[in-house]
């Protein structure tokens, strides 16, 4: 069997193939269950905002300025299908400042297509989210490719 059908057909690989896995934020609204599931089956800690805040009580309503502060100072890499951190000025100017890698999993897919691109992506995942430059990807079926997040607008002087 060649290396290339190996690599195929052995799957995603297990926390225990990092010597420090990256650990994972994902939004229980935006991520599925499956996709956590997934993770936590190969060894990966998965955060979520319930534990992020002690109680889902206390995680509900929580701004993107103060999750995105608080997974940045742990260094999680954040997976999510929320845009509208990207448009909205104040939620993009919190993004940047939190400096965490984000890998963006498709609005409208399907669980299963959730858990089979995180499955089919992982290695490449763990690579980039072990890195020190901050990058934003999405997960495609072909492999990560980068998102291009909007440059800052200037305000218009009235």
């Known amino acids: 069997m060649s290396t290339e ?3 195929k ?3 995603p690989p297990p926390a225990s193939s990092w010597a420090a896995p990256p650990e ?13 599931r997934l993770l936590r089956d190969l060894g990966y800690v998965v955060h979520t905002p319930a534990e ?3 109680t ?12 995105l502060r608080r997974v940045g100072s742990r260094r999680w890499a954040v997976l999510n299908r929320d845009l509208k ?14 400096r965490v890698h984000m890998f963006l999993l498709p ?4 669980s299963a297509e959730l858990r089979d691109l995180v499955a089919i992506n992982l290695a490449e995942i763990c690579s980039v989210a072990t890195g ?8 495609t079926g072909h492999g990560l490719e980068v998102y291009g997040i909007p440059e800052k607008r200037r305000r218009r002087r009235p």
Do not use: K
């Open 85 to 98: 951190i990207f448009e909205r000025p104040d939620e993009l100017e919190a993004y940047r400042r939190a």
């Open 24 to 36: 994972f934020y994902a939004d229980e609204n935006v991520v599925t269950r499956s996709v956590c």
């Open 56 to 67: 889902r009580e206390a995680a509900s309503g929580a701004s993107d300025d103060d999750w």
């Open 9 to 11: 057909t052995s799957g």
């Open 5 to 7: 059908s190996a690599s």
């Open 52 to 54: 992020l805040y002690g």
């Open 132 to 139: 020190s430059d901050p990058q934003t990807m999405r997960l």
């Open 107 to 110: 609005g409208q897919a399907t």
